[in-house]
């Protein structure tokens, strides 16, 4: 497959990011990148090792490469798993740089990382009965306690005095308010993933053809509803924070296409040119999809070979 980041055809639009340097830095931790294990533990004697990867490579590409010498611009970038490394990872990324002597603009690019919204994740079969809960901790243990994982550590010494549990930070809600570093999410309003695999929706009572007033369509669209909530009120808090927020019924292959130039955009605008004025030109970009009937828009919509012509790309 093509980069999500370049555009190999000429008469492709392309990414904003086509003709920048990349490292692309494969998923095989099976930890969210925060695992800091370095022996085997459970799970089939597998090692969960995420953060201490992203460690080496940094280390390595410094030591191998003109990266620390040549590099002037760095966008720290993952989709799903690896969208909650980034987050967890920003601030500490940075000072990675520092210590290595990389003088460096860098912002964050998370696609689908908000694990999870405010009030989510709740399960389905407790919605139907009405008797929603919230399961607070429940990514955060396996994180924490299985893999003794590295969290955000601005989000730590928060919870110092506090008597929360560490395994709190997992939840990205809680993270990104103590996120120094500068920030642009995409996401989409009605994760998929997260309404099937963690909410425990079947398709057959969630799915792009449920009906709104339907049960699975109320269930659909309590998760759009966080979602919003969530970032909208960081919106308000942080208002330099970048939001590009689609409303499909995806998890990130759309938000994928968005970024590699091949989407549908939001109102006519791309991503591309979304990212560019926040970016380039430090405009306050709050982009929010319209929903329909309070639910999602369609699935994933299929590549488009769209020039929306807004913007010049920077090359580095």
């Known amino acids: 497959d093509e980069s999500i980041f370049s555009a190999t055809l000429p008469e492709r639009p392309g990414s904003v990011f086509a003709g920048w340097s990349q490292v692309f830095v494969p998923y095989c931790s099976g930890d969210m990148w925060l695992g800091a294990d370095r022996h085997r533990r459970i799970l089939g004697q597998l090692q969960m090792s995420g953060h201490l990867i992203l460690d080496t490579v940094l280390e390595h590409i410094s030591n191998t490469t003109e990266f620390s010498t040549k590099s002037r611009e760095v966008v720290f970038s993952g989709s799903s798993a ?20 990389i003088a460096s603009r860098m912002v964050v690019l998370p696609l689908a990382g908000l694990f999870f919204p405010k009030g989510y994740p709740i399960l389905f079969p407790e919605f139907a009965v009405g008797r929603p809960q ?22 730590l010494e928060a919870l110092n005095g506090t008597h929360q549990a560490n395994g709190t930070c997992f939840d990205v809600s809680k993270v990104l308010p103590h996120v120094k570093t500068p920030l642009f999410l995409i996401q989409n309003q009605f994760d998929r993933l997260q309404i099937h695999d963690l909410g425990l929706c079947p398709p057959k009572a969630c799915s792009i053809r449920t009906k709104p007033s339907s049960l699975g369509g109320h269930f659909i669209n309590y998760l ?4 919003n909530i969530t970032l909208k009120e960081m919106a308000l808090e942080f208002p330099q924070v970048g939001l590009f927020i689609p409303s499909y019924f995806d998890h990130d292959r759309s938000l994928r296409y968005e970024v590699a130039g091949r989407g ?53």
């Open 264 to 316: 549908q955009g939001i109102r006519g605008l791309s991503f591309k040119s979304a990212f560019y004025a926040w970016y380039h030109h430090h405009k306050l970009l709050h982009v929010f999809a319209s929903t329909c009937d309070g639910g999602p828009c369609g699935g994933c919509p299929e590549p488009q070979e769209v020039d929306f012509r807004e913007g010049a790309t920077l090359l580095v």
């Open 224 to 227: 759009g509803n966080r979602t």
């Open 82 to 101: 690896g969208g909650v490394g980034v987050i967890q990872h920003a601030d500490w990324f940075r000072q990675k740089l520092d210590t290595l002597h």
């Open 134 to 155: 919230v399961l607070d901790g429940f990514m955060a243990r396996y994180c924490h306690m299985v893999e003794r994982g590295f969290l955000h550590e601005g989000c």
